[in-house]
């Protein structure tokens, strides 16, 4: 069941969330009121203001959300930067929405003089809008994401190498990434292991700083480690040489990532890592 609708969701285009946009748009402002007035609102005193701000939230929200192609993505590899354009195109839209509707009463389409009901919408409306709107529009697309994720999760594992990371920083975080996403490639990482004593026992990608390099011998036993991969682009040589001098003394084999510059240009993955080869 749940493997089916995962399946589903990937199968959603950007003019599906268009579609999808469009009838949240158009049923959240209720809610909103509802949840404003703890469910006892009287819609047929604000039916004409509901409306009103209904009519023009879903033009001026789908006009901002194509500004900020939030229907030029491919959302099943949605990232922090999704994410942003997510939350600027919900705010600068709540903002436009606000200013209009709350703000100035629509005074220049003389509304308010002819309805005087059309200007009588709880101020608050708006802000309870703007946050289930978030909610969902971004809880819609990043359903993709985590679909995605958990298919992967699902695919046959091949005969897994349990891994130590040596690094918990950025490249570190990028490995364990590819690994997690990857099953296929065959390597589970178990933890990190970092010299910086501020990041032991945090997590990061849900994997904990297990100690430092002088505390892998041990963590190989406890964790039954069968490779240290070395996630250091940036380490000076002596450090790289002696973290390979640990895992040796503790029979394993040790494999680092390419240079820094590979990492900032996006090609690193886990199938290039290369056997630790420093010279003295």
Known sequence: ???KTASSILKLRNRHFFFLDLLALCLLPMLALALRTDGMAPFRQYWAALVLFTAMAVIVRLAVFARYELYQRYWRFASIDELEQIILAVVV?????????????????????????????PRS???????????????????ARLSNAWLRRQQPRQATRRVLIMGAGEAGAMMVNEMQANPHLG?????FADDDLYKHDVQIRGLKVLGGRYDI??????????????????APGNVIREVRAICEKAGLPTKTIPGMYELLN????????RDVNIEA
Do not use: W, Y
Request: charged share 10%; proline share 7%; hydrophobic share 55%.
């Open 1 to 3: 069941m749940i493997a």
């Open 93 to 121: 839209s709540t903002a436009v929405i606000f200013v209009v509707f709350v703000a100035v009463r629509i005074p220049l389409l003389g509304i308010c003089d002819r309805l005087p009901a059309a200007c009588g919408l």
């Open 125 to 143: 409306v708006p802000l309870i809008d703007a946050i289930l709107v978030l909610v969902v529009v971004g809880g819609i697309r990043f359903s």
């Open 187 to 191: 390597l589970e990482p178990v933890g």
């Open 217 to 234: 011998p041990e963590l190989a036993r406890k964790h039954k480690v069968q490779q240290v991969i070395i996630a250091m682009p940036t």
């Open 266 to 273: 996006g090609t690193v993955s886990v199938n290039q890592l």
